[in-house]
């Protein structure tokens, strides 16, 4: 069966979520875990969007924090399939803080997320091709390929690494 390919913007997701002090240490800076929390909820809509199934969350490739995010911020999360591949999806996720007094915004964190998509059984299934409409999303895919050979060559290694002990 082959499945019908979907835009990137057919997924795209975004929330946004006002920080409290539950959310905050001491000092009012907001908790990586609560930042990392919000980025796989929303890279998670956005990989089950994609897909038309239910995802599990295979891996956080990467996450930056470029700025802290304090009590009071309102938080917007966006959320986008940058690539796919037979089952598996990298979803970009951006983390940006705005003082809701000043209008300030931030950049606060960046993450690379990585889904696989679940059949009836639990088991992988295949997703739809991604149709790239702009030079950005071409980039976006590239890129996302490069990271998934990366992915890969790095669990090869470790798999090696394993059988040889």
């Not at 599990?56 to 490739?61: L, P, R, S, Y």
């Not at 000043?102 to 059949?119: F, I, K, P, R």
């Not at 991604?130 to 990271?147: S, V």
């Amino acid at each position: 069966m082959t499945l019908q390919p979907k835009r990137v913007r057919d997924s795209q997701t975004t929330i946004s979520h006002l920080m409290h002090i539950t959310d905050a240490n001491p000092q009012g800076n907001i908790h990586g875990g609560v930042v990392m929390r919000l980025a796989d909820e929303v890279g998670g809509i956005c990989a089950a969007r994609h897909a038309g199934r239910p995802v599990v969350t295979m891996a956080i490739d990467s996450m930056a924090f470029h700025s802290p995010i304090y009590i009071g911020n309102l938080v917007t999360v966006k959320a986008s399939v940058n690539y796919v591949g037979r089952t598996s999806m990298e979803v970009g996720v951006r983390v940006e803080a705005e003082d809701v007094l000043t209008g300030q915004v931030t950049h606060a964190n960046s993450a690379y997320l990585v889904y696989v998509a679940l059949d009836e059984n639990g088991q992988p299934a295949e997703v739809p091709p991604l149709i790239a409409e702009t030079p950005e999303e071409e980039r976006h895919m590239q890129e996302g390929k490069l990271r998934q050979q990366e992915r890969l060559r790095r669990r090869r290694e470790d798999e090696e690494r394993h059988t040889q002990h």
